[in-house]
């Protein structure tokens, strides 16, 4: 159960409008790596957790942290939108051609008349499917520590694409989180691992027994640039402990196998 | 440019039809986390790679092999759909309405005649969002190594569906490659470290002074379940070694802003 | 059964071409609350209605108009492609990054060649999912209101990005179908109403006694916006008849609940 | 800013497993007009409203609450997917055959580990193009009354689902509250008429001289259903008070035009 | 413009409800070769010719045909879901696990009480992306014969999927009408070709001599499938009159490039 | 099995950054008609064929061409992306709102970081319901030859936005494959009539006999267009030989059908 107050976290205050950074700033808010995904990818992972305790309460906290991140972008949104005509002035003609238009996401105004919405930079709307709750911590965190990264280097790039102090300090507030939040999930992760709940690989309870020893430890060269078999995961020990790295040129040990005929109901093209 | 041999890495050999376990294992062909995500992603990330040498020789290797790893799944989906008759014989009534009907994708008969196609055990159609090529080789290995995770994750749970032996010999052997895979990305982050190009917080180039000191390290306790604070990552030196974590809980320290009335022209709900 | 007469119900001219406009207005045409929505969503309710009559044959009258609204835009959007090269003339270097090239829509040239398309003003397709035929006309029919409300706002505010007489007279033309079409919606709801087909709550049948009255009535305050308890929502009467409005603080009253550990063959995190 | 507590607004217990209505459960979940969807579609309209009080508090209250009840749908799945085996007893051949394998959303298993995720009843991910926020209050207080409906009429039709005693009261709940949402939204809107903020037809700030008298208050019979033209929409007082709705045959009054020619560089087929 | 009538261009009974037969009847009413498509490529490419005459009359005439069969196949599913029951009888335990509901697509009752909607087999919605009206008469109408072949090769599946002889006719007359428009579509091309209008390679118009003539007419073998040089297109005269097919291995003839390093400011992995 | 190297078939070098161009260069890289469809249709086709020897040799063949035609456009984009700072210099305010940002597509830096992706030139991503393999060669032959249709006017158009000579170039190869490619599809069409594995109409295996006599070789007038009647596919010997074409208005030969009313627990609207 959710409360909500109206002060933010952190002061949000455009010092201008602009719809350029506007259409931008939709990438952070409802794109793939955005705060929209931040937030329903962590309370979904802490609702199915199985586990009750200390990584649950954690995801939780975090979620709704983030909750508050995806409506401080909105009011940052809303406010660059605000008093920047997108329509040409009654009185001008041919103003409805000026290069301002392309600068706009045109939804901005035809659909939403001056606020934002859960969609990307290009105007594509959030998808369930940027999220993932698997059940397993260990593969989720992971995924964790990438989206922060993800989303600090966005926020990163669009540094440059404003001169708003205002957009400037919300900015370097959420660099900040995601910096944190990089090392929360790091220092999770080797939690679980301390804890004894899982290990690499992921997930560590299939029995290894059932893999393949020939095909384990070996990377395999399937494009001719030689210099990938220089690198650490070719070479030296491999992280689990079972053995040394090494390569291998790609090679075929199975069978070109023919399909048998398809059922005659289905009309293909048989033999 | 690519080269194309029949013979596959490992042999795909269906001991019997199975259309019930070929409309799940759709979903490590054409899934989020499915084998034509992980192909797709190293090939894009290799490609864009604008760091040449062993980094970028090395994605394209295996996602060179992961294509492959494509043409092994959809071989054996369509073995699995071989001789299984999806129709009702034509000298029965009623049997359009048999169970085995709610087993099966439709669509694996009414519209590829008995084949595989690149979507998920749901039909739904596998996307280029799946993929992320950030241009930032620090966080792009950290959603492999999560890729490699999940992936894993669901061909052990798949291991678990199906009887058939050859189709679980197929499963152990993309387990393995999944282990080597994961053990693969998480070298390759350590060489990124060691080679001076990047750490965390990823990435490690936009200079920390940007960030606020007030926010960093502390993690906000948004949610009323007290364990949160308990773990590491509350706790002790944060990895960055910029200082000790802390724990606070969520407060405001922005203003509640309202927004400017909108150009009447947007007709909008004014003031 | 369809018949088709190529003279519009409304006359369709544009004096002059403006692709950027084109982009604009294909929001109304495939976008989600654009033509191709109220005439799909008006016509499968009606193909869908159990109940035969005025109701059923009204749905297929104007879902039928609507479709001629549907080509009404489309040639609008044609037009206003004319003549209005998209390309560098071959003579200029440089030209491909002269600003006309943002304002347009890039798809209405490389994929259609100067043609109108069922997706949005971001170029975004039109989809099944944005309509509705619930089976229930009450609830389906305040669907429709919303649709003309939508409708009208977006034709409103491209009525001031455009200066061509003669989209201004479409756009007039639709801002006033869109007027009756919202005056014809409230009426078939009174009109559901006084046949005693169905009421508020919808759906009226369900029987009230299964419903908790603690929860019935009662605004609940989630958020400290302390004027939410000032509105009609919160006080008098409520619209059932059955008692008056109040309002109180959200509490919980249910328990937290842990979850019970997980199949071990998901290889989830388990206690 | 949002804090979250671990207790329930209502409680939440599902007395034993039962994947098949987990996955009809998700309908109002992750569907179009589940909580994801009203949760959304509240808290931005909140988010963007520009006129500060009331209506704006009451959006960001309303919108807080259905948060908890994602919460609460989810908790449920959860527990009717606990100890519910999708998989064959590892003893047991042939078992994956089983009719059970039909019933159930095998993404649940697979891909979630026995968790809940925001798609709908066939897996289709939640989309932010679900919900609106338009900037027109009127407009958008219709769209969450057939919201409001839409949802309460599917959970009606979920309550003859199950036989889940603590389902069905986790489903009454959710029916009381969509009555009071209901009638919430319709008083919202009998206040913004008395407020003067908007009337029939939306927008009314748009002048009404714009419109075509000819094209105002007609029905237009464009099918041969003739019951049509005996509804309320087509005879008596038009509820905007500006005369008398009329019914006429669907005529065409526009031009049947033809397109200029293309520009040759588009290669398209021109006269 | 449109006008409706109430008849049906062939007539449609279902003689027994079959929600297992409704769920797959979808496919060809709302997947992406289903009637949905074929009306809406045919009505996008007539309204977007720019030749006036035969062609676009005949588009306009055929894509009206088509929305006369998206109503014979929704009217269908509709009698199909008829008295079908879809819950537990209210008085029988635990038959909300009967094998009966995996063999529905749960959206027929949850969202659409009974009736159908423009979503395909497996639930997916109809995309505007399915259409294409390119402006280049040739090029669509091969796209029109294969959506014939792929819509008449669907039905004569389903056909074999149900006993009921109202749904066997119906099919019936849906491949008459296949097999009719192919003809169609065919005679089109050969037509466009004697009117001078295109030509193989389309579009013609394009300069020939801008092409690299060292690599026309080479069947370019990348596969170790050794009997692809023996077809037809690696041997003889090639249809366009300019020399005869030869086949050859596939390669490189240009240079592996490295990229330059990317702006600092992306914060990408640069050298 | 695939093998890459790093070579390409044909060289790709840009002259200089153009990130106008490298947007619309995107549709043929990842739009319907892009460089990703066609090697993953062909792919598939050749995965699923079951029939064994020359065109399913064939289709692996070009399938894996293809997939280097994918890398090829992939590294031109990024070429145009190069050195093309699509942000403020950090020392000039005001330049985030520059002509230039209307240009651009924005994820091509704030998520790719100056990287090219699988979505097309309105940045909407590639999806696996772009291709088909349907099992039946005649029927995807023919989607075949229309997809190189559109491919090659898609970069025809596109020959004509850019000035840079290696571009120039690259468009002129891929133009002279497309131009092969469908030759190379009208020859397999022909090879596999001759062979006897299929005919018009497509699928040829389904009984004539059950096809009603009076819809086959009529061309049904659903328009007011007459020039639709004077085509050749109106007049004439049908192409099959089983008779000459005719013409008809259409007409309703079917009941129009009231339907049942629906299950009271579904809550429609009934009798
Ligand atoms: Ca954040
Ligand atoms: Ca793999
Ligand atoms: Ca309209
Ligand atoms: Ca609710
Ligand atoms: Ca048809
Ligand atoms: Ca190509």
Request: proline share 7%; hydrophobic share 40%; glycine share 10%.
């Amino acid at each position: 159960m959710f409360t909500h107050q109206k002060a933010p976290q952190f002061d949000v205050k455009a010092h201008a409008p602009d719809p350029a950074f506007a259409r931008r700033f939709q990438e952070v808010l409802g794109g793939k790596w955005g705060e929209m995904t931040v937030a329903m990818q962590y309370l979904y992972q802490g609702w199915n957790a199985r586990l009750p305790g200390k990584y649950r309460d954690m995801l939780m906290a975090i979620g709704t942290e983030e909750l508050g991140h995806v409506e401080m972008i909105v009011t940052a949104i809303d406010q660059l939108l605000d008093k920047a005509p997108p329509m040409a002035p009654d009185d001008t003609t041919g103003s409805t051609q000026s290069s301002e238009f392309g600068l706009q996401n045109p939804q901005h105004t035809i659909v939403n008349g001056g606020g934002a919405y859960p969609h990307d930079s290009n105007g594509i709307p959030w998808s369930g499917a940027y999220i993932t709750a698997s059940g397993n911590l260990m593969a989720d965190f992971h995924l964790n520590v990438t989206a922060e990264m993800q989303g600090r280097l966005q926020v990163s790039r669009l540094f440059h694409m404003t001169d708003d102090p205002g957009m400037k300090d919300l900015i370097r507030f959420l660099i900040t989180r995601d910096h944190m939040h990089q090392m929360q999930w790091l220092s999770a992760i080797e939690e679980l691992k301390a804890d004894g709940l899982d290990n690499v690989p992921v997930p560590e309870a299939f029995p290894l027994e059932e893999e393949f020893g020939e095909f384990a430890r070996t990377f395999i060269q399937a494009s001719d640039g030689e210099a990938a078999t220089e690198g650490r995961w070719a070479n030296g020990p491999a992280p689990d402990g079972g053995g040394d790295f090494r390569s291998a040129l790609i090679q075929a040990t199975g069978e070109a196998r023919e399909l048998a005929p398809g059922d005659p109901r289905l009309y293909g093209t048989n033999p």
